[in-house]
């Protein structure tokens, strides 16, 4: 199937309208998974006409998109990714741990950027970065493709490293996402140290429900009835 392909639109009107010259795209992947990082990578690739066939990872083949990986990180001008561990996630919640994420790869870049153009419609990454959003920005944008297809070979490859430690799970081929062996394994075996411990899944494994700590979401809410009298914490 043909996509049409991403351009340098924002880019060049966030240069036009507000006078950036380092323009990143920021894109993450691992957000859904039960396992391993969210990882979120920021690029530069300035103006220059992208690779072939560039467009947002998940509609690329894994061959194709691990070949295009490749000329990526030759191709952009910059580019660093940034991660925030299972841990972090749960003792953060997913927007913050994105944040750290986003943070940390913005941080080691070469040059630091005067304008980041994040994709989808929330801004989680905030003051004191200029933020554009957009909506599908890993389609239509060059730096937000090229992040995107950079951060999900990276995460991809982490997570088959950890596959010979942990072979039940085949993180090699679900990534930490959900799929019915990663579900089967944790049945009989338990998470792992790379699972989110936070997350409703323990809920249906009774056998280690037990093991599920509370959310930043459950410590908010928690919070909210201790504040009005509903806890019988006086």
């Not at 947002?56 to 580019?79: E, H, M, N, Q």
């Not at 750290?100 to 003051?127: F, N, Q, S, T, W």
């Not at 991809?156 to 950890?162: K, P, R």
């Amino acid at each position: 199937m043909a996509y049409e392909p991403p351009t340098h639109r924002v880019e060049r009107s966030l240069r036009a309208t507000t006078g950036a010259r380092v323009v990143a795209g920021v894109d993450e992947v691992g957000r859904g998974a039960w396992a391993g990082p969210v990882t979120v990578c920021a690029a530069v690739t300035g103006l220059r006409r992208p690779p072939e066939g560039l467009t947002d990872s998940k509609l690329l083949p894994p061959l194709r998109r691990t070949a295009l990986a490749g000329i990526l990180t030759g191709w952009v001008t910059s580019y660093a990714l940034g991660h925030a561990s299972p841990r972090e996630i749960d003792a953060l919640g997913m927007t913050a741990a994105l944040r750290l994420a986003a943070c940390r790869a913005l941080d080691v870049l070469p040059e630091r950027p005067d304008a980041v153009i994040l994709d989808g419609k929330h801004d989680y990454l905030g003051a004191p970065w200029r933020v554009r959003t957009v909506i599908k920005g890993d389609q239509s944008c060059v730096a937000v493709a090229a992040a995107s297809v950079i951060a999900k070979v990276h995460r991809d490859a982490m997570l088959a490293e950890l596959a010979p430690e942990h072979p039940h799970f085949a993180f090699d081929s679900n990534a930490g996402y959900p799929s019915p062996v990663h579900r089967a394994a944790l049945e009989t075996h338990g998470p792992t140290p790379h699972h989110r411990l936070s997350w409703s899944y323990l809920d249906a494994l009774p056998r280690w429900r037990h093991l599920r700590v509370p959310s930043h979401r459950d410590a908010l809410a928690a919070e909210s009835l201790e504040d009005a009298g509903q806890l019988g914490i006086f």
